[in-house]
């Protein structure tokens, strides 16, 4: 049995051209249109137990979903270890698509799959991957629906749904096939102030749950009331680790503290 | 030899223009789709797509039509020898040259996003690009391919260069003579080809505008 569901070791990840090298992602696609080296991840090491609910913060291109993306092995780090419970996932020659598969990932602007509806986009992977026959398909899409309450939407096409609805079907698609671990990167962040409210109350619903989550967001008052730990993330780097009473009352580090001020001055000013 | 029996004479080549444009039609869709994913997501075999490209879009029909069916015809008499294979193959790969760059202009319209979403679930690439990216495609691409479409229609005129295929306008040239009636026999066969490319290509249009709407592409 490993200790952790999830482990990041020393984990690295350059943009643009450094010596000469190409960056690639998961699907091929090489990216060399960075003129300029961006170090989005720089030595980054995580340890996630089950049941943990971990929050990362930090400013804008930091690197933070550069790292999430890295996690899920959605961009392949250039260095450093990413292991789901005991299988390292950055040898050469693992079975990524069946590690994916374990790993639900919730997308800062959602990217439901315009062509299906609520249902289509969550029974896809228990049909497609988990190869589940079409009724209990359905009936466990269904109930993962019904979990973040949008049972209502069920037939409709991501069009037809309000940025809310649409972020709570994703969170649906990323946890109807029980994964290890969700990963959420900003769920809220690019949704009208109005609908961050459901989305936020649904995540309530799954810490009350227990389920394992490592999310990237900057709602102070729902990281006060979920998160065992928070990650101040800045430069690539993991600068200050702590619990939410930490971050709230006394940061360590300037940078966590100007920080802590700025975001809470915003959030206050709203 | 009057109008209608002109036109009923014409009229009989219809299915066989149809038949060669639908059939290249539809090997333009078996080998551009697969191309233009290859050309987008497998940079490194691409060139091989690109060389295609310029050789089906480059070289004009009527030599690649003469070039197969009387160059290698003799050789392989089952298959270049048959005039509706040469026909069918030389415009099917032409429009698959064509369709390549149809479907790589909506590969990047759909957006690399549902690749990355698709895997995200534990799809494969290759089961994203079918179970998530082709439905979209060929939503996104809906316009193009009714052009395509008509361009089938319309080339597959040039397939009587090779004789051998009593299409449409093989026909209308033989009226010519036979009917000693140089006009008609064109101007019917004008008409005949508009009917069979603008209300297909019409609502191919409109299907998929109205379909890119519901789902917001
Ligand atoms: N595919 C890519 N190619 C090149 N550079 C990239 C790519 N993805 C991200 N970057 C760069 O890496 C840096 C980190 O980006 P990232 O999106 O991870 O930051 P972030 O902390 O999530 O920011 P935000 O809060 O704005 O979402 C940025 O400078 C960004 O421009
Ligand atoms: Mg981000």
Not at chain 1, 197 to 207: H, K, P, Y
Not at chain 2, 70 to 83: D, E, I, K, Q, V
Request: net charge positive; with cysteine.
């Amino acid at each position: 049995m490993a200790d952790f569901v999830m482990e990041a070791r020393h984990v690295y990840k350059t943009y643009g051209r450094k010596n000469a090298k190409k960056t690639k992602q998961a699907n091929g696609d090489t990216s060399d249109g960075a003129k300029h080296v961006v170090e989005a991840v720089k030595d980054v090491s995580l340890q996630i137990k089950k049941g943990d609910i971990k929050l990362i913060f930090g400013p804008s291109g930091s690197g933070k979903s550069t790292f999430l993306r890295c996690l899920a092995m959605l961009d392949i780090p250039d260095k450093g270890e990413i292991y789901l419970g005991d299988e390292c996932l950055t040898k050469p020659g693992v079975d990524l698509n069946k590690a994916r598969a374990r790993i639900g990932f919730v997308f800062q602007h959602i990217y439901l799959f315009r062509h299906l509806t609520a249902l289509g986009n969550v029974e896809l992977a228990l049909r497609q991957v988990l190869k589940l026959p079409k009724e209990e398909a359905r009936k466990r899409a269904l109930a993962a629906l019904a979990e973040v309450k949008v049972t209502d939407c069920a037939n409709k096409f991501p069009a037809q749904m309000s940025g809310g609805q649409a972020q709570r079907v994703g969170i649906a698609r990323a946890l109807a096939r029980n994964p290890d671990i969700i990963l959420l990167d900003e769920p809220t962040s690019a949704l009208d102030p109005e609908l961050t409210g459901e989305v936020i109350d649904t995540l309530r619903d799954l810490a009350r749950e227990g389920t394992t989550m490592l999310i990237v967001s900057h709602e102070m008052p729902f990281a006060r009331d979920v998160a065992e730990e928070m990650i101040f993330y800045d430069e690539g780097r993991i600068v200050e680790t702590g619990p939410p009473s930490q971050f709230f009352n006394a940061p360590n580090t300037d940078r966590a503290k100007q920080f802590m001020t700025r975001i809470i001055n915003r959030t206050t000013r709203e | 030899m009057d109008v209608w029996q002109e036109l009923i004479i014409l009229l009989e080549g219809v299915p066989l223009t149809l038949s060669i444009s639908i059939v290249s039609f539809l090997i333009g869709i078996v080998v551009g789709l697969p191309f233009a994913f290859i050309r987008v997501y497998e940079k490194e075999i691409g060139f091989v797509v690109d060389a295609y490209e310029k050789i089906f879009r480059g070289i004009p029909e009527i030599v690649l039509l003469l070039l197969f069916y009387f160059g290698l015809g003799p050789y392989f008499p089952s298959t270049f020898g048959n005039a509706f294979f040469t026909a069918a193959f030389v415009l099917g790969l032409r429009s698959g040259a064509n369709q390549s760059q149809i479907y790589r202009g909506a590969i990047r319209g759909v957006g690399d996003e549902q690749m990355i979403a698709g895997m995200s679930i534990g799809l494969s690439k290759w089961r994203a690009i079918w179970h998530i990216m082709i439905p979209q495609v060929f939503t996104f691409s809906t316009s193009g391919l009714g052009s395509e479409y008509a361009l089938l229609i319309k080339d597959s005129a040039y397939v009587y260069v090779i004789g051998g295929l009593a299409e449409l306008m093989k026909r209308a040239i033989e009226l010519k003579y036979s009917a000693a009636d140089v006009v008609t026999p064109f101007v019917i066969s004008a008409l005949l080809y508009i009917l069979l490319t603008f209300p297909i290509a019409f609502w191919l249009d409109r299907w998929g505008n109205r379909r890119k709407k519901k789902i917001g592409l």
